[in-house]
């Protein structure tokens, strides 16, 4: 079938492994890095940003004839704003809690490197479902960092994993994990692993 062609796959699966949005491209890094001091933000941050990165990749590419090339970026971030408004104000009544500790980062979703990158050089150039592959495939990509740096640091940080306390917090309670340099170090770690094993130059 053409929803599962060679291309369309190719286009949910490359972010993946080889266009990795962080691990390759090195982008989105300072989100990454502010939000997986524990793992339920990290994994409702990356659900956002996937949401809202397959939303706006597929509307961008509905209207990309109609959009005059000079104006292009500023419509593209009237979208993401709309998109990440709605998700704000669903985070703020479903999982309030993990809103607050979000704080400013989910406003911050309007400026990622990724989702104005996958805008600009894929939705603009697609039909809608090829585009919403890209999309979900780059926030998939995105959450998978997220999840693996943020169950690392909260695991030997706190001794938990989602809140639940796994080990004894006073046998076990690392505070150098929950440092925001920690999170860089993790990071660095999972991209050598990547690169060493994972991945091959196209």
């Known amino acids: 079938m053409a929803l599962f062609s060679k291309q369309n796959k190719e286009a949910f699966t490359n972010p993946l492994n080889l266009d990795h949005p962080i691990l390759v491209q090195v982008l989105g890094i300072c989100s990454a890095l502010a939000v997986t001091s524990q793992l339920k933000p990290a994994i409702v941050m990356g659900l956002a940003v996937t949401v809202i990165t397959a939303f706006s990749n597929v509307i961008i590419s509905l209207i990309r004839n109609t959009i005059p090339n ?10 993401v704003a709309a998109l990440v408004t709605i998700v704000s104000q669903v985070l703020k009544a479903y999982v309030y809690d993990v809103s607050v500790q979000l704080s400013v980062y989910v406003g911050l979703i309007i400026t990622n490197c990724i989702l104005m990158g996958r805008l600009e050089a894929f939705a603009m150039q697609n039909k809608p479902w090829p585009s919403f592959l890209d999309g979900v495939g780059n926030g998939i990509g995105y959450a998978m960092i997220l999840i693996i740096v943020g169950a690392v640091r909260e695991f030997f940080g706190r001794g938990s994993l989602l809140g639940y306390q796994i080990i004894d917090s006073k046998d076990f309670n690392n505070g150098m994990m ?25």
């Not at 440092?179 to 196209?202: Q, S």
Request: net charge positive.
């Open 178 to 202: 929950t440092m925001p340099a920690m999170a860089l170090i993790l990071l660095g770690i999972v991209i050598w692993v990547h690169r060493a094993y994972f991945y091959k130059e196209k």
């Open 70 to 79: 000079r104006i292009r970026i500023v419509v593209q971030l009237v979208v």
